[in-house]
């Protein structure tokens, strides 16, 4: 079996969902694959990527442009410029008491304008203009403002990521974040898929936090981000 084939989805999160549940959002070249910049940062790609994908994803991604990468742990070619790097950790559904919430309301494209002040208020990691249609976005109102919210990122065949989880810091210790996070697990649950998430190793206040819940750490990963050589590379002979 190659090394390819015996591969988790959850392995290369990204590339599963584009080719997977997200295909509609792929933009590709040859083997390389990336949301639509309104969409998610994310490119994607193969699991064993040769110079040829790494020549396709520098056009994909055009002369000096940033690529984000989720779960790349291998050396960037020659003229490829590491721009960052963060020890990252995945955890996996191992027995969380999803619920609906009450108070938890569908977010939609109406709704963005406010989910973006939310998140400029709290930085919980990317979130874009058309970041919404990715999955279910659930949020709690505190006298018509929007204070926190919790969704649907990446979606690998059987598997829904929770993201964009954050509180405004007028409302923190409330659990409100706690209870969205459940809500979308539930959600999750009843389409017959398990949720997982991603979260900085070092953040150790939001490890706890997963492990309370029910979350076990499937593995340890990265964030990585590269910028591509200024000018395009041609694939190798």
């Given amino acids: 079996m190659s090394r390819s084939a015996s591969r988790h989805v959850l392995d290369n999160p990204a590339l599963a969902s584009l080719t997977g549940p997200?295909?509609?959002?792929?933009?590709r070249h040859g083997r390389v694959l990336r949301y639509p910049v309104d969409v998610s940062p994310w490119f994607a790609l193969p699991d064993d990527p040769d110079a040829d994908d790494w020549a396709d994803l520098a056009a994909l991604a055009g002369p000096g442009g940033e690529v984000p990468l989720l779960g790349f742990h291998g050396d960037v070619p020659a003229g490829w410029?590491?721009?960052q790097r963060i020890e990252g950790v995945q955890f996996v559904d191992d027995g969380l008491a999803a619920?609906?919430?009450?108070?938890?309301?569908?977010?939609?494209p109406a709704d963005v304008p406010e989910m973006l002040d939310l998140v400029a208020r709290t930085r919980p990691g990317p979130f874009e203009r058309r970041t919404v249609e990715l999955g279910t976005y659930l949020g709690i109102y505190r006298e018509g403002t929007l204070v926190a919210m919790a969704?649907?990122?990446l979606h690998p065949p059987g598997w829904t990521e929770i993201s964009a989880v954050c509180t405004d810091p007028a409302v923190r210790g409330q659990r409100l974040a706690t209870r969205l996070i459940l809500a979308v697990a539930h959600g999750i649950?009843?389409?017959?898929?398990?949720?997982?998430?991603?979260?900085?190793?070092?953040?150790?206040?939001?490890v706890r936090l997963y492990e309370s819940l029910g979350f076990r750490l499937r593995r340890r990963t990265a964030?990585?981000?590269?910028r591509a050589p200024e000018r395009d590379a041609a694939p190798a002979a």
């Fill in 22 to 27: 997200h295909s509609r959002f792929a933009e």
């Fill in 99 to 108: 619920a609906p919430d009450a108070q938890a309301v569908r977010l939609g």
């Fill in 81 to 83: 410029e590491t721009t």
């Fill in 223 to 226: 964030f990585l981000a590269a």
């Fill in 189 to 206: 649950r009843e389409r017959g898929e398990t949720p997982f998430l991603h979260t900085g190793a070092a953040n150790t206040g939001a």
């Fill in 151 to 153: 969704g649907e990122r």
